[in-house]
């Protein structure tokens, strides 16, 4: 008898651990999959491209998984700063975020190379060695140094350009003249060694340096240019594309792996279509850029092939700085291989 209700127990707990099992894992007894949620963070406001790419790919996201993703967007830093996002990544407590790989190059130095000066002769080359196997093997180094998984490139994918209060076309030009730039010695060796004299002020003092002729230049994406109304107090404008500036999309790694291999592609599939949703957006912007610049009165210099060369030549002595802090010459040489296959 009670051996009877021994085996009788262990069969009600056997049902009851299975039962609760089947609860647990969310598919239940009709085999519904389970609803995966997503945090997505930038930040930038709602008005930014980023902003619009990632409602891009929560779109398809969603769409493509059949409501599997449910992808949840936190803009204008509502969830930390970039350094803080970079860390809730890692920690998997967001699951993807966007940032500009200034901040990545901690965990991932060779990421720096994208900021070698004059490498990229012009944007659809630059596209080119992003979407090539240059730039996936970046996107690879993530995983490995960063504890991220580089999902791919978008936003903040621009030239920084140099305005001034007269026309500039050689580096014999930029004698004498007082340019703002970021504090960072890689951007500071640059300009010194090409003859200008940088001095490092803050973005929000910039204004009012150029105003009171605290600097005579500076140098950003035509964006900013506009955005910043620089344009009021700078009349030309210089398409110097002296510096590449690079955004990456990240993912926490331990939930990008454990999706299945239908979900990842998915996820990829999503990037690139927010990704190409980002580029032509900002060239339909640019043009609208170079447009405002025109009608306050600003002018617009393109240089020559001949003039870029001159450009390129004299900051030659900075790559060996690079070299020192992106892990060798070696990168920057598969980087100038890259370039120049793309421009064939």
Known sequence: MKRTMLLAGIVVLSFTVIFSACSKSGSGSSGAPKTITVKMTHTGNEQTLAHQSFLAIKDHMEKASNG????????????????????????????????????????????????????????????????????????????????MVGLGYIEAVAYRELSAPRSIRLPSDLAGLKIRVMTNPLHIAIWETLGAQPAAISFAELYTALQQGTVDAQENPVELFVSSRFYEIQKYLIMTNHVFQCGMLVANPAWFNGLTPELQTIVREAVMKGTLFQREKTAENY??????????????????????????????????????????????????????AASR
């Open 287 to 340: 043009e609208e850029y170079i447009k405002i610049i025109k009608d306050s009165g600003g002018t617009i210099i393109e240089l020559t092939d001949q003039e870029m060369q001159q450009w390129r030549d004299k900051v030659k002595p900075v790559l060996s700085v690079f070299a020192q802090s992106v892990g060798g010459q070696a990168i920057i040489d598969r980087l100038f291989a890259a370039v120049n």
């Open 68 to 147: 599997v993703f449910k992808v949840e967007i936190y803009p204008n830093g509502q969830l930390g700063n970039d350094p803080q996002l970079v860390e809730a990544v890692q920690e998997g407590d967001v699951q993807i975020m966007f940032t500009n790989v200034g901040y990545l190059v901690q965990f991932v130095p060779e990421l720096g190379v994208f900021s070698v000066p004059f490498a990229f002769p012009n944007i659809d080359v630059a596209y080119k060695v992003l979407d090539g196997d240059f730039g996936k093997s970046m996107l690879d180094m993530m995983e490995g140094a960063g504890d």
